[in-house]
């Protein structure tokens, strides 16, 4: 790993998106990595155009960094930021949660099956230089009967693990600096040989029925049905369907549980 000096981590009590504020500190003139946690976010932001709701008592956090990685070269961002996530959150748990600990193709934290994190990352230019923001919302010390319906089976590290080690302050910094070492080695050096299998062995639902929705059609029809495969070299899931392998960039991918017609549910 890249050899750096942590990078600044601002702390808001309040704020309407880490990942805006991080755009304004840039659109300001920011010319060095930094972070910005904040105790409560007013207008959270999800994935494929959600709001996220988060109360106190989560780590909401984005991580910006500049770039000088193509928009295509850092296709696996989201990938690397939910590897470093899983590995910091890995070191949180109690040696017999770790093994329910997966990651949701492309970056979902799950435990259990349940989300205990999600990940947006951004990309925004600004004269001539890019960065990359890494977004990252966590339920810790938070009631997941607060988050609505904006997250799907949400749990919080408040089941998992102690109390007092659940600090968003804490943990903020922790993952800000595991997120900050990714993206620095990232830029310098390309995609750490290995990338593609430590992810194919922390994913979720691997060899299992999935369905993939894309943006807009959540709640649609799904747009591929199939047992998820795995990860190509760049990091695309592979789905198995009938036609072929398919391999997509995006999407919300989801356990494909198959529904029984009444008379295929009578008892002999
Ligand atoms: C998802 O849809 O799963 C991604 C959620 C990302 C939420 C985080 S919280 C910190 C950062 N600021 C935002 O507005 N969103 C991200």
Known sequence: MTASRPARLIELPEVDSTNLHARRLIEAGETEPFSVRADVQLAGRGRLGRSWISPAGGVW????CPTARSPSESEPVPLLAA???????????????????????????????????????????????????????????????????????????????ERAQIDPSAIGHRLADALHGALAEFNAEGLPRGTMQALADRLAWIDQPVTLRRAGSAGGEPVITGTLAGVDA???????????????????????????????????
């Open 83 to 161: 590897l470093a996530a899983h590995a910091t959150i890995e070191q949180l748990l109690p040696d017999a949660q770790r093994a329910e600990l997966r990651i949701k193709w492309p970056n979902d934290i799950l435990h259990a099956g349940r989300k205990l994190a999600g990940i947006l990352c951004e990309r925004v230019a600004k004269t001539g230089r890019a960065w990359t923001l890494v977004g990252i919302g966590r339920n810790a010390d938070v009631d997941v009967e607060s988050l609505g319906v904006t997250t799907r089976h949400p749990v919080s590290l408040r089941t998992l693990v």
């Open 234 to 268: 760049r990091g695309r899931a592979v789905i198995r369907t009938d036609q072929g392998h398919k391999h997509v960039i995006s999407g919300d991918l989801d356990e494909h549980t198959l529904r029984l017609e009444p008379a295929q549910q009578s008892d002999p």
């Open 61 to 64: 956090l984005t991580v910006a």
